[in-house]
């Protein structure tokens, strides 16, 4: 759907309260840290701003149980959809936190992964790329490009640096509701898929795994695993389509 600059501006002040209370979250990632934690401060920064939470007791389909929290924290070889529970952070763990807000009737989506103390070489090359091929995703989000360019450019990075990104979980567009259309996948092929519009507003979020990119999903039905035990990092934000290029609506 197509957003008038008036609401884009309502989504840029509900990106920016997501970038400010990501930042609190990632202060807050340390060894020793409860994860339940991490839920209780989103819940705490949201009442004070006056937003609302997407996330809690979304339940995308009746044979699911509505998600029980503010924030996704995934761990290590989990992907996305981590349910924040009594688990404590552990020296060398990665924890990967996405977060949206609500703003006036529209939604702010993204997501960071962040070091828990000291991390392997290995791990925090990960998190680089991963940081890095949303970048390259955003540069190519232009009027009149197409959604697969934004996917080869996420994919190709990623791939050129030893990893894999998931194909199960994709990007989408964003504005009144969490999800809209067009998808957002992180692989594709340049000139492919939905034609990018002035006025579209998309969320670019690359989930790339050191090991093989098939995943399984837990006995809770939300978190999503990597299929062989591999390190996965999750980095999103919520991207605007502008006359000029990408406006990234979820930076502090």
């Known amino acids: 759907m197509i957003k008038t600059p008036g609401q884009i501006k309502i989504m840029r002040q509900a990106g920016r309260h997501v970038a400010e209370v990501l930042h609190i979250l990632r202060e807050a990632v340390y060894p020793g840290q409860v994860v339940n934690e991490l839920d209780r401060i989103v819940y705490r920064e949201f009442k004070q701003r006056g937003v609302g939470s997407p996330f809690i007791n979304y339940q995308p389909r009746r044979d699911m149980p509505p998600y029980p929290a503010r924030v996704c924290v995934s761990i290590n070889d989990q992907i996305v959809h981590g349910i924040p529970g009594n688990r404590v952070l552990e020296e060398g763990d990665i924890v990967s936190m996405d977060l949206g807000a609500i703003h006036n ?54 791939e050129s640096r030893g990893m894999t990104v998931v194909r199960e979980y994709v990007g989408h567009g964003v504005g009144r509701k969490m999800h809209e259309d067009p998808q957002i996948p992180n692989y594709g092929d340049p000139g492919t898929g939905v034609r990018l519009e002035v006025g579209m507003v998309i969320a670019i979020e690359p989930m790339v795994n050191l090991g093989d990119w098939h995943t399984k999903i837990d006995p809770d039905q939300w978190t999503i695993w990597t299929m062989d035990g591999s390190l996965s990092a999750h980095f999103e934000h919520t991207v605007a389509i502008t006359p000029d290029g990408p406006e990234v609506l979820t930076l502090l």
Do not use: F, K, M, N
């Open 105 to 158: 009737g529209y939604v702010g989506d993204a997501a960071i992964t962040v070091a828990c103390g000291r991390v392997s070489p290995e791990a925090d090359a990960l998190i680089r790329v991963t940081e890095a091929a949303l970048w390259e995703g955003i540069r190519r989000s232009l009027p009149g490009g197409h959604v697969g360019d934004i996917g080869h450019a996420v994919q190709t990075y990623a």
